[in-house]
């Protein structure tokens, strides 16, 4: 006899279900096939076969095909019906030419005649097995390939969003994922975590890639000119309106729209905006003809939006249309591996628009930049080295060229020496909270009292800067 042709591990690993009317010939093969190490369930009938067919995964039938009930046929094609992978041995008394030709034609992978032979039985059930265990590693390598695929095509598919980490690749998934439908999406994200990168990534890896990609910042707009702008207006709608214009919405239509910091936008809007949402029709402001557009949406926000909802600030109803697909953007601080790869892909791409030789960075330039938290996360990042490069005598950029103080004597505490008001504030004010935790031995309402806010006021701004568990 030919030795095993799967070892005993993987055939712990193979789930065979032998389905036979007869208890003692059911139990026979049971008991031969759990002594060759397999993991064997077994059933009266077809009607339980199917039953556990459902309920557990099974990779081997073993089917008698004369049964009371349903016939060892009917049960064939009920399998190849429900689970075309799942390979079949079918089971006769008779050995005629008819019956087996009519169980392949069905599906079945081969058959066995009665009175079985034990050798027969391990025989054939061992190569049916090695068939499976073959399956298998092909399905792994073809998930393998297709996974590096997929790795390889981050690297060209996400325009301008640069990153490795596990955090970033969970993104790049996401993308992937939503870029296939039309499902509102909902970006989260601390200010210059890339918001806008991850929308365009989303429209250009869509169906809609050939259409428009529109953007409006809505914080940066007024109640009544926002609306305006989002929906177009009609001459004489108000003073100025000297002519008809088209709004965002029409400009998008078969394309993207991309809403950022919808945090922003006036509940009077937001009502408007609802409604273009799930009618997907608007009027223009002093207008009356409905206009329909087919546009796919995606927003931003630096804001807690759930926050803004239970304060009254944001509609319930808009908040939960939007929330379909969110997808949350982590700072540039829980991401550090990434910094490095940033720092290259942006030290390129200013090195050829200033006309420069390649700029580097020296190692305690590097450090510095890994160890720094970035408030101002990957905008600031990008800030600080176009300083760097513009004030950088030669192509190697040190700590010092960098607008950092590094303070200290354990470790690197770096602060940055910037102009930017926003990250400063920032800075500063972490700073703060952390010297009033330390000073009161992380007692809040103490903290609170000496920082003159109140104790509310603290608990949102330890939150902010993730300082929560710090002492």
């Known amino acids: 006899m030919k030795g095993p042709i799967v070892n005993e591990k993987s055939k712990a690993t193979i789930r065979i279900l032998v389905v036979e009317d007869n208890d003692a010939m059911r139990d026979g093969m049971v008991q031969v096939l759990r002594k060759g190490g397999y993991d064997v369930a077994e059933a009266a009938g077809g009607i339980e076969g199917l039953s556990l067919l459902d309920e557990r995964n099974i990779d081997l039938v073993i089917t008698d095909y004369k049964m009371t009930g349903m016939d060892g046929l009917q049960f064939l094609n009920e399998i190849k019906d429900r689970l075309p992978e799942t390979e079949v041995i079918v089971i006769t008394a008779y050995g005629t030419i008819d019956l087996a030709v009519d169980a392949m034609r069905a599906g079945a992978w081969d058959f066995i005649t009665k009175p079985i032979s034990k050798d027969e039985l391990r025989l054939k059930v061992d190569r049916t097995a090695e068939l499976i265990q073959e399956r298998r590693i092909a399905s792994r390598l073809a998930e393998e390939n297709r996974y590096l695929k997929e790795e390889e095509d981050i690297r060209f598919n996400y325009g301008e969003i640069v990153g490795e980490s596990k955090k970033m690749r969970e993104i790049y998934r996401t993308i992937e994922k939503v870029a296939g439908n039309d499902t509102s999406v909902l970006i989260l994200g601390e200010s210059g975590t890339g918001k806008e990168l991850v929308a365009r990534a989303i429209h250009f890896n869509s169906l809609r890639k050939d259409r428009a990609f529109i953007r409006v910042n809505c914080g940066a ?234 104790e509310g006021a603290l608990y949102y701004k330890l939150g902010k800067y993730e300082l929560m568990e710090k002492r």
């Open 221 to 454: 707009l007024a109640e009544g000119v926002l609306e305006s702008e989002l929906f177009g207006h009609e001459r004489g709608a108000f003073t100025n309106a000297l002519r008809r214009k088209k709004g965002r919405f029409e400009l998008a239509d078969r394309g993207t729209l991309f809403l950022d910091e919808i945090g922003d936008i006036p509940l009077g809007t937001q009502v408007k905006l609802l409604r273009v949402l799930q009618e997907k029709e608007f009027e223009r402001v002093g207008g009356e003809e409905t206009i329909r557009v087919d546009v796919r949406m995606i927003a931003a926000t630096h804001r807690d939006l759930l926050g803004e909802v239970r304060q009254g600030g944001f509609r319930e109803d808009l908040y939960y249309r939007l929330y379909i697909l969110p997808i949350e953007l982590p700072p540039l601080r829980e991401r550090k591996k990434d910094i490095p790869l940033l720092a290259r892909h942006f030290l390129k791409n200013l090195s050829n628009e200033m006309k420069k030789p390649e700029m580097l960075l020296s190692e305690e330039a590097l450090a510095a930049l890994v160890a720094y938290d970035w408030p101002g996360n990957i905008r600031e990042l990008a800030n600080v080295l176009e300083r760097a490069v513009v004030l950088t005598d030669g192509n190697k950029i040190e700590a010092e060229n960098l607008g950092f103080m590094i303070q200290g004597s354990k470790g690197t505490k770096i602060a940055e020496i910037s102009l930017n008001l926003e990250t400063r504030l920032a800075s500063l004010e972490r700073e703060l909270l952390g010297e009033a935790l330390k000073a009161t031995k992380g007692v809040k309402a103490k903290a609170a009292r000496l920082l003159g806010i109140k």
